[in-house]
Each structure stands twice: as C-alpha cells, then as structure tokens.
C-alpha cells in the first residue's frame, strides 16, 4: 500500500511541471471593453514567457468585418519577464481593435488566443 502511495505521489509530482503552459490573466484595455484612446495595450501571464518567442498583433476592424494591422507598436517586456507591453507612439483610434497573442515559456509549447476592444 505504502509503494503504490509513493509511486502515485512520484507520478503527479513529475508530470505537475511539465503540464503547465503560460496563460494570459489580464489584459489592458480588458477584453470586451470601451475605453478612451489607450497609449499601450499590456498582456499579463500567469509565468515567465519567452520574448523571443511570445508576441502580438493588433487590428483594427471596421463596420464591414475588414481591418488593417496596427503599425508602429513596439514591443517590450517587463522586468518580471510575465508582461508584454505593446506601446504606441500616438493614442489609438476610435474604432473595433482585435489582439491575437502568442506566447512560449519555459515548457515550450506555444499557446495562443485573442481579444477585442473598443476605443471611443
């Protein structure tokens, strides 16, 4: 009984670290939300990602369902290696903004997602 209880524990122990991938747990402008012009758009996972690997890009739609990559966002990670920080030179637009996200951490499997929001 007590072997069986030591290899369940072994198991689970082993196999906790190597299922964990980043996860996006915030995002500024929030997901869904209106907000007047913001300066920069930030994504925060819940571990270190790799900034070589882990990026974004942001479009802004129109009425139609067409839309256009936002240019001149630059990129930059913070300290704690857990935000991306997309700043802009100038305030974005009104208009519908999408954000398809990627990111890579240390277990190396990508994940990905997105996110809309609207500026007013």
Same mark, same amino acid.
């Given at each position: 009984?007590?072997?069986?209880?030591?290899?369940?524990?072994?198991?689970?122990?082993?196999?906790?670290?190597?299922? *964990?991938?980043?996860? +996006?747990?915030?995002?500024?402008? /929030?997901?869904?939300? !209106?907000?007047?012009?913001?300066? &920069?758009?930030? %994504?925060?996972?819940?571990?270190?990602?790799?900034?070589?690997?882990?990026?974004?890009?942001?479009?802004?739609?129109?009425?139609?369902?067409?839309?256009? *990559?936002?240019?001149? +966002?630059?990129?930059?990670?913070? /300290?704690?290696?857990? !935000?991306?920080?997309?700043?802009? &030179?100038?305030? %974005?637009?009104?208009?519908?903004?999408?954000?398809?996200?990627?990111?890579?951490?240390?277990?190396?499997?990508?994940?990905?997602?997105?996110?809309?929001?609207?500026?007013?």
């Amino acid at each position: 009984m007590m072997k069986s209880a030591f290899f369940v524990l072994a198991a689970t122990l082993i196999v906790a670290p190597a299922s *964990a991938h980043p996860r +996006l747990i915030g995002t500024n402008p /929030a997901a869904n939300a !209106t907000v007047g012009p913001p300066a &920069a758009i930030a %994504l925060s996972f819940n571990e270190r990602v790799v900034p070589r690997f882990t990026g974004a890009t942001v479009t802004m739609t129109t009425g139609s369902g067409a839309g256009h *990559a936002v240019t001149g +966002l630059t990129p930059a990670f913070g /300290a704690d290696g857990k !935000t991306l920080k997309l700043a802009s &030179a100038h305030p %974005l637009t009104r208009g519908s903004y999408n954000v398809a996200w990627h990111a890579v951490a240390s277990d190396t499997h990508r994940v990905a997602g997105r996110f809309s929001f609207r500026v007013r």
